[in-house]
């Protein structure tokens, strides 16, 4: 199949839709010109929208800032849809804690470490602030306020991780008084060798350096490169004999800085000086974590040591991009308080993340057969453009090379579409590449036909030649949409006690099998096993070597199961691929099985074998039987399928296996007796049923729709949005424009002007940096005591608590204004204001930890004393929207009376929104924008619960007054005081049943009530 690369159309029909959302400053005019059709996105092509409807194609040579490992519409991502979790949000369920526990021993044996703890966020520049937060809060040196970083570097765009990076640019417009980064000279190396040779007694000579007296031996300086990791060393040594920094941060390959190298014996020996002086060392992992190199982790590949020889490791860990979620990982415990433990991520992409880091982590082979085939093509190209070309880097997935002339990198930069390609400059000499283990041989032979094309042009001055169509090998992606569809309208239908028929589901099967090719599933059974038996043999016999060969006798077995799914794929009369699986306890002497949690439960299977003629390799039937035994498991009533795949040499049955939903049950160590170098066996067990959530009247905020919620076509639509992690600071379509402009609207027309984002810390991170940006240049705040505004920067941080312990920004905080207090507390603002001057005011209309509503007479004084005196007034909608604080207006902006100036909402997920007059909103592009700048599927959830509460909101004002009652009259059966409730929101006192409080979260000594629309109505019909 051959893909037909873009064209100026594409771009002219993009600029002609962008312009609508452009207008009247919405959003920043920023966005690529270029509109994604990600259903039709395939491997490292990203599939782009044109007028005529056809999609046309650019090579994503960046992988989406290296955030898709395994490219567009990898059916393994896939996978994390058929989770039901995935779709609400929940992260309490006991699935999801599995798959949290899996991940976490998962990680644990790729870092090394002992333990592994682990904190969720949203993002990578989240994962970088939160892992200060803990260096900061439990600093050894309490008087220490300073990070250390690195010339070169590039943390993030919040506050305190943008003013931790190099570039002046992107820094300087944000350095926020009191921000105190210091840089230490990095010592970059020229090529990628970054296993230098150690010279003896160098470790022992840093740990060391507290001494007094502290030289180094002057041989060591005739080497060059050695010599300038000493300069640098002996600096940071400096630095830290004045016990002002809490954290040492740098990246093991600086990637956004220009694709530097350094070598694993700088960081052994920084590693050892940080910890000499108490000082945690972060490696940010953000972009290199998840194999970007050759290990799963960059920082392994330095095999850091102590000088006894133990492995030393980083005190944390950060990671985002192919991870999919902001996460911070260390082997010491976090030791969490109240403020850290609230965690606010997408379930959704930490299960992509989790499917994505195992499948990646089995590709390891595939990816260093990538850098090899990157290698002989890098070679070539600068060989043949060595006048103008310098410095080429390579490693595992990552490759960069350097040009002689800024000039040209902006000019390769400026064509780059010209020639159908995405790739990004680093630094200013570099041009950065990303591939993903969707690269083929071919693939990457074209990604240097067309840079050679363009060299000829840039270079050498000839006429522009790109190659404007590429061969594309592979099966097609829009079959695997239809399996995936199909297999997520079945769980929906179960969810509603409407389990299909195995005849009607073997209809559906082959209405896709044949769609694709003349082949014909059908069910093996007792009636039918004698005329398939030889068949069976002769397949197994001509795949396999004897010692990998089923037994007849466990094939009969199988298909006179009572749930067993036992298939056959024929093709004509040929047999090309079976599929056999029965219940686990009919095979007790499988290596294992034993320790199957389900292993008593005949309606627990497992897989006995999945084989494909070897005939017919590569054309996805393996898949295909997979995806048909599924489903026809759960037309018989089958609760789980479990089976085993060999670590890395089962790696294709794996992806999979885990494209239908499976998940790591245990991993198994030494369990093939035998000489290859993969011993290893995953235990994977795959549930085929949705159970219905536990009732939880206390989760709206993460969670605004529930599994009721939920229809086909809503699953079938953001299926593709769910698949595919994007940076919607560049590419976008039309849907999410439409999403963001649609939610936007529910504000005042002057507070239209607005930003996505990834989560409650960066909405306040980026509603900050607009005021401080357009308005002057004061860091102080005002709040609340008790208001919260996320837990993931310094900013929100220092908003959120009022004890001071994570104070980095200075914030006055007040009472907690109350019908008692409030006019008391009015006037210690007005003295506040006046004595001082003030970034901006900072409240939630209701606090979200325990739904204490703010008395409306206090912000309608507030909004008043604010515009007197010239000081933003700043909301957090997140507990008071959908019409929770008053129910005539969906949000409390809304109120002439009280509008303020800007503010944001969480939306649950990684979905955030800011929205702002125009005073404050900065229009200039790339000024606020962050990579990922939230996500797609969470802004699509959100705004499904928020069009059912619209369009139906009288039905929703009834069902929150039933609901009020039912609760009222059913907490007055028991030990219940101070009942709050106001539209649907509140808190209470006191003792009730069990059974009855785990349905709310317990803060503060109170219940929290603040649950969807969808577990109101749940509460209202049980306690009927």
Same mark, same amino acid.
């Given at each position: ?621 393996? /898949?295909?039987?997979? *995806?048909?035994?599924?489903? %026809? @498991?759960? $037309? &018989?009533?089958?609760?789980?399928? !479990?089976? #085993? ?33 993969? /011993?290893?066996?995953? *235990?994977?067990?795959?549930? %085929? @049923?949705? $159970? &219905?959530?536990?009732?939880?009247? !206390?989760? #709206? ?42 939610? %936007? @609207? ?279």
């Amino acid at each position: 199949m051959k893909l037909e690369l873009i064209n100026k159309e594409n771009q002219s029909y993009a600029e002609e839709v962008l312009k609508d959302f452009y207008e009247n400053d919405m959003i920043p005019a920023e966005k690529k010109t270029y509109l994604t059709d990600l259903e039709g996105s395939t491997g490292p092509y990203l599939g782009i929208s044109s007028k005529d409807g056809k999609t046309r194609y650019l090579m994503d040579a960046a992988s989406q800032i290296a955030t898709l490992g395994l490219g567009f519409n990898s059916s393994v991502l896939m996978g994390a849809s058929q989770f039901l979790e995935s779709w609400t949000n929940d992260s309490s369920s006991k699935t999801y804690q599995n798959i949290r526990s899996s991940l976490e021993k998962f990680l644990k044996r790729k870092t090394g470490w002992s333990k592994v703890y682990t904190s969720f966020c949203n993002s990578g520049a989240e994962a970088t602030e939160m892992s200060l937060g803990y260096c900061y809060k439990r600093r050894f040196n309490r008087k220490a306020n300073k990070v250390l970083a690195f010339e070169g570097s590039f943390h993030g765009r919040m506050i305190v991780a943008l003013n931790s990076t190099w570039n002046k640019a992107k820094r300087e417009p944000f350095e926020f008084p009191g921000i105190n980064t210091t840089f230490a000279p990095y010592p970059q190396l020229d090529d990628d060798n970054i296993n230098q040779a150690i010279p003896q007694g160098w470790r022992e000579l840093w740990d060391q350096a507290p001494k007094n007296k502290f030289s180094v031996p002057s041989e060591w300086k005739n080497d060059p490169i050695l010599k300038s990791e000493i300069e640098c060393l002996l600096k940071v040594r400096e630095y830290l004999m004045k016990g002002e920094y809490f954290a040492v941060l740098l990246e093991p390959m600086q990637c956004e800085g220009g694709d530097k190298y350094s070598s694993g014996r700088f960081h052994n020996a920084l590693n050892l000086m940080a910890k000499s002086f108490k000082v945690p060392y972060i490696s940010d992992e953000v972009q290199t974590g998840f194999n970007l190199g050759r290990e799963f982790f960059w920082h392994t590949q330095f095999d850091m040591k102590d000088t006894k020889g133990n492995p030393l490791f980083p005190d944390y860990v950060i990671c985002a991009k192919k991870a999919q979620v902001g996460m911070v990982i260390s082997p010491c415990d976090f030791g969490k308080d109240h403020i850290e433990a609230q965690e606010q991520f997408a379930v959704a992409s930490s299960i992509r993340g989790y499917l994505h880091g195992l499948s990646i982590d089995q590709m390891q082979p595939k990816t260093l057969m990538i850098e090899k085939w990157v290698r002989e093509e890098l070679d070539r190209f600068l060989n043949k453009y060595k006048a103008f070309t310098e410095k080429s880097r390579c490693c595992g997935l990552a490759f960069a090379f350097d040009l002689k002339s800024k000039d040209h990198v902006n000019t390769f930069v400026q064509k780059r579409f010209d020639y159908g390609l995405l790739f990004y400059p680093a630094g200013q000499m570099t041009l950065r590449f990303r591939m993903n283990n969707s690269f083929s041989h071919d693939d990457v032979k074209f990604l240097f036909q067309q840079l050679s094309r363009m060299a000829d042009e840039i270079f050498l001055g000839e006429e522009a030649n790109p190659i404007m169509e590429v061969e594309l090998g592979g099966a097609s992606i829009h079959q695997t949409y239809k399996w995936q569809r199909l297999i997520l309208k079945t769980k929906l239908m179960g969810l509603r006690n409407e389990t299909p028929s195995t005849d009607f589901m073997l209809s559906e099967i082959n209405s896709i099998i044949q769609t694709e090719k003349d082949h014909t599933l059908l069910i093996v059974d007792e009636s039918n096993y004698s005329s398939f038996k030889d068949r069976i043999q002769k397949l197994q016999v001509e795949t396999y070597e004897p010692t990998r060969q089923t037994s007849e006798e466990r094939f009969r077995l199988a298909s006179g199961s009572k749930y067993g799914v036992c298939l056959g794929l024929l093709k004509g009369d040929e047999l090309i691929a079976i599929s056999f699986a029965s219940s686990l306890k009919d095979h007790p002497l499988e290596r294992a099985l034993r320790r199957d949690p389900n292993f008593e439960d005949p309606q627990a299977l497992y897989t006995l074998d999945t084989t494909v003629a070897k005939a017919y390799h590569g054309q996805g039937l393996g /898949r295909q039987m997979k *995806y048909a035994l599924k489903l %026809l @498991a759960m $037309a &018989k009533g089958a609760k789980t399928i !479990s089976g #085993r795949n060999r670590d890395r040499l089962a790696a294709a049955m794996l992806n999979i296996n885990l494209s239908v939903g499976s998940y790591q049950l245990f991993h198994i160590e030494e369990d093939y007796p035998d000489f290859e170098d993969f /011993r290893d066996v995953i *235990y994977y067990t795959t549930e %085929l @049923a949705w $159970a &219905k959530p536990e009732m939880s009247l !206390s989760n #709206r905020t993460l969670a605004p729709n529930g599994h009721c919620d939920l229809n086909p076509e809503f699953l079938a639509e953001n299926l593709p949005s769910l698949a595919n992690k994007m940076c919607l600071s560049n590419f976008v379509d039309q849907k999410f424009l439409s999403t963001v402009k649609d939610l %936007l @609207a529910d504000f005042p027309e002057d507070l239209r002007h607005g930003y996505s984002c990834s989560g409650q810390s960066e909405c306040v991170d980026k509603l900050a940096k607009s005021i401080w940006y357009s308005v002057h240049k004061n860091p102080k705040n005002i709040s609340f005591k008790g208001h919260f505004f996320g837990n993931g920067s310094f900013m929100s941080r220092s908003l959120s608590d009022e004890t001071g312990e994570h104070g980095f920004f200075p914030v006055t905080h007040l009472d907690h204004p109350t019908e008692d207090n409030w006019k008391e507390v009015l006037k210690e603002l007005q003295h506040e204001i006046e004595n001082d001057q003030y970034l901006g005011v900072w409240i939630e209309p209701i606090r979200q930890l325990d739904m204490s509503v703010v008395p409306r007479e206090f912000l309608v004084e507030l909004r008043k004393l604010t515009l007197e005196n010239g000081i933003p007034l700043l909301y957090n909608e997140t507990a008071s929207s959908q019409f929770s604080y008053d129910n005539k207006y969906f949000y409390a902006s809304c109120d002439n009376e009280i509008s303020p100036d800007g503010g944001f909402v969480f939306l649950g997920g990684q979905a955030g929104l800011v929205f702002m007059c125009k005073e404050v909103f900065v229009a200039t592009p790339l000024m606020m924008i962050s990579t990922w700048d939230g996500d797609q599927l969470s802004f699509s959830l959100y705004q499904q619960a928020k069009k059912l509460i619209l369009e139906n909101h009288k039905d929703y004002k009834k069902d929150v007054k039933d609901f009020e009652k039912k609760l009222i009259t059913t907490l007055k059966q028991f030990q219940t005081s101070d009942i709050n409730l106001k539209n649907g929101r509140g808190s209470f006192k006191g003792n009730i049943p069990r059974s009855l409080s785990t349905l709310f979260k317990f803060y503060n000594g109170k219940y929290i009530v603040n649950g969807n629309w969808s577990a109101m109505n749940t509460f209202t019909e049980q306690f009927s």
